[in-house]
């Protein structure tokens, strides 16, 4: 599979005889085959820029050659992937004037890959049906563009269609991935364990967690995600520990939820969840102090809770547990100075992230009732006035 070290190995090694071949016989009749495969095993490798300078260097010295076609549709591969799309299509444009069928049948699905990349998904949608028609041999690289571009527009149920059409014995551990988040997105968490199951995958491991935990296996998601945790220093030791800590929390441990937080926050990695775990942890800390010192300063702990329900739709993408945390601290603070920024909170995940429009406006409109010229009272009142001025202008226009 590529990125294992097995394959990769094999690529380093062609490459080396190439540059061999390259150096020991610079006048050799087969210099073109060798400058165009040395690009390639540097393409496989993921070394752009030493493959661009090589299918350039052949486009230079051997612009006759069979493999210039091939060098211009690498050319066109390599900008798609720095996303760089007038660029990718001028080369692949150039590949297909070779008339060679074989090329062409491969700009054809890049082509396709580069309208994805613009965000042109109908155009993906159309042409890709034409071309499964046209190119048969390309029907099952064809139609995962297709369902990607569904999938990009938010069409899951086409989506889905389309990839489980390319499913077969040796179906990529990807496409599996894609697919289990699909019925996830669908609450259709068994589908996706059946799926998962055994695939020796971080992201798989992760998602198949997530979706033990859906089905109320608590036990089995730590199984799947406990070795990710406690021996990875990446992003996914922080996803899988955050989650541990949630499953724990769920199970009434304590001890386990705390250690699986102090574990996230403590790693040298560069993602927002970091910040999120290292807040959670600072709450519950301050929360156990406060049950046995009886001199704690109860708005240490509020300023505490307000920067965890901040974090939970900042940076973990959790409006609903946001919105609950934010109305516990109004409950058990309500002489809190960050209340009011509290109450403009919930009313703006209302607003912009659960789509309610009558509990945001019920928010703001006690807000308001407020006799201070705080600055969230101020701006509760005007957003008050927008969304009750876009309203009239909703309704007049109809």
């Known amino acids: 599979k590529k990125g ?40 496989e490798q ?42 990718a299509m001028f080369y692949l444009t150039m590949a297909k004037k070779s008339g060679d069928k074989r090329v062409i049948e491969e700009v054809t699905k890049e082509e396709l890959k580069v309208y994805l990349e613009d965000g042109e998904h109908e155009k993906v949608i159309n042409l890709g049906n034409e071309y499964i028609k046209k190119y048969p041999a390309k029907k099952e690289e064809i139609m995962k563009l297709i369902a990607d571009a569904y999938l990009s527009k938010g069409d899951t149920t086409r989506a889905m269609f389309y990839y489980k059409k390319t499913m077969g014995e040796n179906t990529p ?7 289990g988040e699909i019925y996830m997105g669908k609450n259709m968490p068994d589908s996706a364990i059946s799926l998962l199951k055994g695939i020796n995958n971080p992201d798989a491991k992760i998602l198949l967690a997530k979706a033990y935990v859906k089905t109320g296996m608590p036990d089995s998601a730590i199984a799947s995600i406990e070795e990710i945790a406690r021996i990875r220093r990446d ?24 250690k699986t937080l102090k574990k996230a926050k403590g790693l040298s990695v560069d993602d927002p969840l970091k910040e999120f ?10 929360l156990e102090r406060s049950k046995t010192d009886s001199t704690f300063n109860d708005s240490i702990l509020a300023e505490d809770l307000y920067l965890y329900a901040e974090a939970l739709y900042l940076y973990a993408g959790k409006p609903d547990e946001a919105i609950r945390v934010f109305l516990k601290l109004e409950r058990e603070y309500p002489e809190f100075y960050l209340r009011k920024k509290s109450m403009f909170a919930r009313a703006y995940l209302y607003l912009n992230y659960l789509h309610d429009t009558l509990s945001a406006l019920k928010l703001l409109d006690t807000i308001t009732t407020f006799q201070d010229t705080s600055i969230y009272v101020k ?3 005007e957003l008050l006035n927008e969304i009750q001025k876009n309203t009239t202008n909703s309704k007049t226009t109809e």
């Not at 020991?24 to 085959?33: C, F, I, K, Q």
């Open 4 to 43: 294992n070290k097995a394959y990769m190995d094999k690529f380093r090694k062609s490459a080396e005889k190439c540059e061999k071949v390259i150096a020991w016989y610079p006048n050799s009749r087969w210099m073109d085959d060798a400058i165009y495969l040395l690009g390639l095993n540097f393409y």
């Open 46 to 87: 993921d070394q752009f820029d030493r493959a661009e300078r090589k299918f350039r260097e052949l486009l230079e010295y051997y612009p006759d050659s069979p493999f210039a076609p091939w060098s211009y549709l690498y050319l066109g591969k390599i900008y798609i992937k720095r996303g760089k799309v007038s660029d």
């Open 173 to 179: 551990d990807s496409l599996k991935i894609k697919l």
């Open 235 to 258: 992003k996914y030791s922080l996803i899988s520990n955050i989650l541990l800590s949630e499953i724990y929390q769920a199970k009434g441990d304590t001890t386990g939820m705390m």
């Open 277 to 286: 775990a290292l807040r959670k942890y600072n709450y519950y800390i301050d």
């Open 379 to 381: 701006k509760a009142r």
